[in-house]
């Protein structure tokens, strides 16, 4: 059974077709039967996980979406147009064409050189590198600049706190996130038990589920050594940062993997991009520049800046800290990044 790509999906079928359901139609038309003596026209030929399929029919869904019924090709009919299934769906020649023959002592062919040149290469670029290569502009290069600045530190400040809001539901604690801060108030250890029910709960409903029954049952043994101490309120002054980490990394993969509109891809890799670029100069200069570290010592918007109660509950120098987060933005968004780009969409 092949493999679905992005948000695309498989419903299950009782015969030998496939059907991959999609948000968006694809390309593809389907096989077309005028009347019983006229030939058959084949649907689009797909080549999917390297097998070759024939497009049946494709049906709007009731409920929104798309659906593509599938089949193994026919080998009766002769393939015109072949679609490469993850690869943005646009056909390719089924037949090659002769070239004419080239004399021996014809001189070499010069390559195309300046703007020309310019513009074949990128067309050789895949989407993917294409939509980084335009997001590392406004994002690294001009990122200081308004309106870019404006819209990078936006989705900082709105990451940020809704991950130190999501920690504190998580252990019991009352909050809400405002523009530049959260509010949050005091723990209630009965929500707190109730949240460890229910991790418990789904440890032991998903015990027999790969990777979902390693994770649960670590969440539910080191949730009340956590929930039920003081660590839960370094994990809250920590949730701001590794929502920022997360979320650089999602954006990074949702840009490069999949079916993506053109237009969409260079979005995510701005703001993954910005994230990583931020934090690794803010962290990076606290962690190298005495400078730096006096301004992170003594500008707040409110209080202390989260790495600074951290260090103070945990013992941990600031620069330490501030090192091992620079690290940390620099490795796990640009790790997954690369990953992503090793696989075939």
């Known amino acids: 059974m092949p493999r679905p790509l992005g948000r695309d999906r498989l419903e299950p079928t009782t015969d030998e077709t496939i059907v991959l359901l999609s948000l968006r139609p694809k390309p593809w038309s389907g096989r077309e039967e005028v009347s019983p003596r006229a030939p058959v026209l084949p649907g689009t030929a797909v ?10 029919r494709v049906e709007p869904r009731a409920g929104g979406g798309f659906r593509h019924v599938l089949a193994h090709w026919d080998d ?29 002592d014809a ?7 300046g703007p020309a040149a310019a513009a074949k290469g990128w067309r050789a670029l895949s ?15 001009l990122g200081w600049f308004f309106p870019f600045r404006v819209m990078g530190e936006g989705i900082s400040f709105l990451i940020h706190e809704l991950g130190h809001t999501l920690v504190a539901w998580f252990f019991g604690c009352s909050a809400m996130p405002a523009i530049v801060m959260t509010i949050v108030f005091e723990q209630s250890r009965v ?47 920590l949730g701001g940062h590794l929502a920022e980490v997360a979320f650089a990394t999602w954006a990074f993969h949702r840009a490069v993997r999949g079916e993506r509109p053109e237009w969409e891809r260079p979005v995510w890799a701005f703001f993954a991009f910005y994230l990583v670029a931020r934090n690794v100069k803010l962290f990076g200069g606290v ?25 103070e509950r945990t013992g941990v ?13 620099l490795v796990v968004p640009l790790g997954v990044l690369a990953l992503a780009l090793r696989k075939p969409e």
């Open 47 to 56: 080549r999917w996980d390297g097998e070759l399929y024939e497009v049946l």
């Open 76 to 104: 009766r009919y002769l393939v015109r147009t072949l679609v490469e299934y993850g690869n943005g769906g646009d056909p390719q020649p089924a037949v090659a064409i002769d070239e004419a023959p080239v004399p021996e």
């Open 107 to 113: 001189p070499p062919a010069e390559p195309p050189a």
């Open 127 to 141: 989407p993917a590198l294409r939509a980084l290569a335009v997001a590392f502009v406004p994002s690294i290069l």
């Open 191 to 237: 929500f707190a038990a109730l949240v460890w029910g229910g991790l418990v709960f789904l440890a032991v409903k998903y015990r027999r589920a790969p990777r979902w029954n390693v994770g649960l049952a670590v969440l539910a043994v080191l949730y009340p050594l956590v929930a039920f101490t003081q660590a839960y309120v370094a994990a809250f002054d």
């Open 287 to 311: 962690a190298l520049s005495a400078a730096a570290r006096t301004d992170y010592l003594t500008i707040a918007i409110t209080g202390q800046n989260d790495l600074v109660k951290l260090a």
């Open 317 to 329: 120098a600031l620069t330490a800290l501030a090192a091992m987060t620079a690290i940390v933005f």
